[in-house]
């Protein structure tokens, strides 16, 4: 039934309202940047920001009473558009409210108020979990495995790749989330949950993970799985050099899918290195492009890809490398039919919200809208933890 504020089983009898909203984890965004200032840009609008590319390193210097020519050097850009739209309207009918105030009152709209928060952050959540570990650099780990079965040594490796990325490692923002089930992985292993040995009864007391190999651990409801492209028999179509991002293949059979964004990809004469794959494709031959540095070891002629198995994308980053604009949407001049409108913090992860409020004929209605997009800048500083 549309447009109605459904009551179940609660009688015109004064009582204490106990129900308490069930609010999932939410490590991305407590890991990102956010943009809340963003008014200047229209819903699909987009937003540039530049990417400097490493200069000419000259080995030789010859003097002379002529003036060497500066090396070129190019600046590019990355871009995001203003694209996603979270919307819930909760009514309020005359009469709906005066059967709430005679039983729950205020604290049932206050529940409303929180489950539509509740809705908008798990969809901003989910979405950050995607668009994150589409934009990773490279991955480690087992696909199809959760880690941590018995040791956290594979977070040294998660560290290395952010490391040898040039990802800032001492400022404190460095961020690894996991899934809840990588959490229980954790939680179980001894020398952490022994106060003793891990130096705090935290974990053992309160369940609290704390920092591990200088990043901060957090769990989220919205950490993605991937399931894999089908395609087969991909071959390197030519020689692709250090630090190479667009990568020309050929001898594909693409099983409909073929190369999916967000696979993760090796060659025969890389094993060290998992890669992420940024741009896929569904044809026979032709390119895929690979996240920032590209490859960290050339590649020859007629060397295999493989694509690796599904898996479920727990991530390590740098703050800076990822952004998540948020705004209410714009008003013509002079305002909306609204006849109020509040700022409302969600007390879990600090965003913000505007309500408005309209009222109708009998009724009344809280709209929470907001216009959300993530954006990985620097996915030299992402790495994905394969589980």
């Known amino acids: 039934m549309s447009n109605t504020l459904t009551l179940t089983a609660l009688t015109e009898n004064i009582f204490r309202a106990k129900d308490i909203i069930a609010r999932e984890p939410t490590g991305f ?4 940047l956010v943009n809340s200032g963003s008014e200047g ?49 909760v009514p309020l009918t005359g009469e709906a409210l005066r ?15 929180v ?53 800032p490692m001492r400022d404190g923002e460095l961020s690894t989330i996991i899934s809840t089930s990588a959490g229980t992985k954790l939680r179980q292993i001894a020398n952490l949950y022994k106060a003793n040995e891990a130096g705090s009864d935290a974990l053992l007391r309160r369940g609290e993970l704390l920092n591990l190999m200088g990043m901060s651990i957090k769990a989220s409801a919205g950490v993605q799985s991937h399931t894999k492209g ?5 071959d390197f179509s030519g020689s692709e050099a250090i630090g190479q991002t667009t990568l020309s293949f050929e001898g594909g059979t693409v099983n409909t ?19 992420v794959v940024k741009t896929g494709s569904t044809a026979t031959s032709g390119d895929i492009v690979i996240n920032n540095p590209g490859l960290r070891v050339a590649g020859t002629t007629s060397s295999e890809i493989t694509i690796g198995d599904s898996y479920t994308a727990n991530l390590g980053f740098h703050r800076s490398a990822v ?49 959300y997009q993530a954006k990985v800048w620097k996915s030299d500083f992402v790495a994905t933890l394969l589980g």
């Open 99 to 113: 059967q709430l105030g005679n039983t729950a009152g205020q604290k049932v709209i206050d529940d409303m108020m």
């Open 323 to 371: 952004e998540l604009v948020m705004r209410p949407p714009a008003m013509p001049y002079g305002g909306d039919s609204a006849s109020d409108r509040m700022t409302i913090v969600d007390d879990v992860t600090g965003l913000v919200f505007e309500v408005a409020l309209y009222k109708g004929y009998g009724m009344n209605m809280l709209d929470f809208t907001c216009l």
């Open 230 to 234: 089908a395609g087969t028999g991909y």
């Open 115 to 167: 489950q539509a928060i509740r809705k908008i952050v798990n969809t901003i959540e989910a979405h950050c979990g995607t668009v994150i570990y589409k934009g990773s650099s490279r991955a480690v780990g087992t696909a199809g495995t959760t880690p941590f079965a018995s040791t956290i040594a594979i977070l040294a490796d998660l560290r290395q790749i952010l490391e040898d990325n040039g990802a």
């Open 41 to 89: 840009v229209s819903i699909n609008g987009t937003v540039l920001s530049h990417v400097t590319a490493e200069p000419t390193l000259n080995t030789s210097y010859t003097p002379a009473m002529t003036i060497p020519a500066a090396d070129d050097q190019t600046v590019t850009t990355e871009s995001m558009t203003i694209g996603q739209v979270a919307n819930v309207r």
């Open 29 to 32: 965004i407590q890991s990102v």
């Open 257 to 275: 899918t073929g190369i999916k964004a967000g696979d993760v990809i090796a060659m025969d004469t890389d094993t060290a290195n998992k890669y």
